[in-house]
């Protein structure tokens, strides 16, 4: 009696993380991004269809040929790639432990992508003063709808970002929770994979 009275019982899981995980073998958190990076997948196939049919329908005002800065988007993307391997040396640096180095490739990810959000910025300031507006003709708000979307997740990326920041700042982000790190780098190595797509499609094909 005394024994059955003070036995554990084995369907209660020995790690804690286990409780977390569905039947797939990941936690639901992450399982979640998984999904939504799927949805958005579609969504962003839709966007670049409608670009590649809608591109050479411009029946007045400025084409493709007249405003696009190959050099400079391409430092750009260049910046937002670089922030891809900054995510992953973050990823790993929490994973091992290294607290002061993930906060610093953090910081890094995040500077390189605001870097992005501001090339961006300045090449729509420079083609609305060249006289393409989002409503000048069919492409231009293909692009502007196509680019400026793709920008709106690079933000919400930072956002991610600085909030893993402060939380490891405030001590709220060790090893335990690196989980937290390999999920916003999962949707921050999304984001760089669509731009290689979107930069491949709107500015290299004739």
Known sequence: MTDAAVSVPTSVP??????????????NEKLAMWVFLGSDCLLFGGLISTYLLLRHRS??????????DIPFTSVSSFVLLM???????AVGAIVRGDVQRNRAWLGTTALLGAVFIGGQVYEFTTFYREGLGYTTNIFGS???????????HVSVGI??????????????????????VEIVGLYWHFVDIIWIIIFTVVYLIP
């Open 14 to 27: 020995a790690d804690p993380h286990h409780a977390m995980q569905t039947s797939t073998g990941i936690s």
């Open 83 to 89: 922030s891809s391997l900054t995510m992953a040396l």
């Open 159 to 180: 956002v991610m970002l600085m909030a893993l920041l402060i939380m490891s700042l405030k001590g709220n982000l060790g090893p335990d929770r690196a989980e937290a």
């Open 142 to 152: 293909a692009f502007y709808t196509l680019t400026g979307f793709h920008g709106v």
């Open 59 to 68: 029946v007045q005002g400025l084409g493709p040929t007249d405003v696009f």
